[in-house]
């Protein structure tokens, strides 16, 4: 990375109540794509002004972190289709066996990864389908992409299409060798271990799943209380478990590697295994919308101490955009949630749900710049000058008002990635 530092007006997240807000700020690069600083203008130390000066109006921010999302579903978003359980019948199993071409495999992973890139997004946490040779090509292009990439086949032996069925035997060989293949291949690149979830799955299958992530050190990820059809058939499948969280306890599923999609629907018992075993959740707001799936417990999370990212899970999601995802964030709670929450989520929450805070996640120094610019449209609180802007103002703007197309630059570990 050719080493420089940028001056523009600098957001970045602290906490859900916390940011750091400098208008006239700088942030300085490496060339290991490190922070060497990040703060006011007047304060960067003198032997950093020989640095390539880059200088925008646009508001840095840390790149989004997507913590669940589905690739081969990127051209089924939108797909009306009643509750979870029939949707994913009716148009996701077999858009998801169309990845046996591994044509199609390549054509749609290359548009998706470009879509999170345009959408600001510079880690995500990805499904693949059940193809093996689908996610070699998948993650081939996550490499190409240069984002951050945490992804998996998904692994299911039960209750599916014929071609999208395998045994367990079989999915275990193939996810040895993609691990071997992938996992931490590049600093960019991750193996997660991806049981589908309960009802695609025997408990053979889950035990499998959980024995290969404890062996590997990858990552787990999965689904959980999204729908309440989907918990009555884990209940009938499983009926000698106390719930749907314990039948993942039971695997061996429930680790501090682990980030659970969606658990909507806790029981109190399961909300305190997920935080007694340290387990993550993805929050997927905008995918509870279009399927109804219900509404996220966020006061009930507030008062645990789980770590809770923003996932766009598209294709039940709409988009592969964080800015109208912070906004479903919101409204599903019914009211308007302070502009932090969601943007906090977006960015650093979604980092300590795969316990990498200590490299990407903020604009801090000694971190990755993982960092993307966003236009603020000039006219907001009556074209007040941005610097006169309160950091509340500032992320309401961001938060409530931006679109994909407001992103104007992107960089991942200090590499330029867009435009
Ligand atoms: N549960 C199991 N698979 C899926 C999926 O593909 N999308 C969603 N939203 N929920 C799921
Ligand atoms: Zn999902």
Known sequence: VQPFRIHAPLLTPISPVEMRWHPDGVVAVDSDGCILFSGDARDIPERLLSLELLETEDVLLPGFVDLHVHLPQYDCRGKFGASLMEWLDR???????????????????QRFFAGL??????TAMVYSSVHARATDIAFEEAGRSGLRIVMGKVQMDRDVPEDLLESVEQST???IELIERWHRSSDKLWYAVTPRFAPTCTMEMLKACAGLAVRYGTYIQTHINESTGEIASVREFFPGHASYMDVYRDAGLLTD????GHNIHPGDDELRMCEER???VAHCPDSNLFLGSGRFPLERYSSTSIRVGLGSDVGAGTTLCMFPVMRSMS????RSLHPFVPLYHATLGGARALSLEGEIGS???GKLADMIAVRVDRHFCGGKPLEQLKPLEIASALVYRSQP??????WVGGERVLP
């Open 91 to 109: 148009f996701i199993f077999p858009a998801e066996a169309r990845f046996a071409d591994p044509e199609i495999a390549r054509d749609t992973a």
């Open 117 to 122: 890139r345009d959408a600001g997004t510079t």
């Open 173 to 175: 060989r193939e996810v």
């Open 257 to 260: 590697c682990t980030v659970l």
């Open 278 to 280: 340290g387990c993550a």
């Open 331 to 334: 409204y599903v709670q019914g």
């Open 363 to 365: 604009l801090d120094e």
């Open 405 to 410: 197309s407001d992103v104007t630059a992107v």
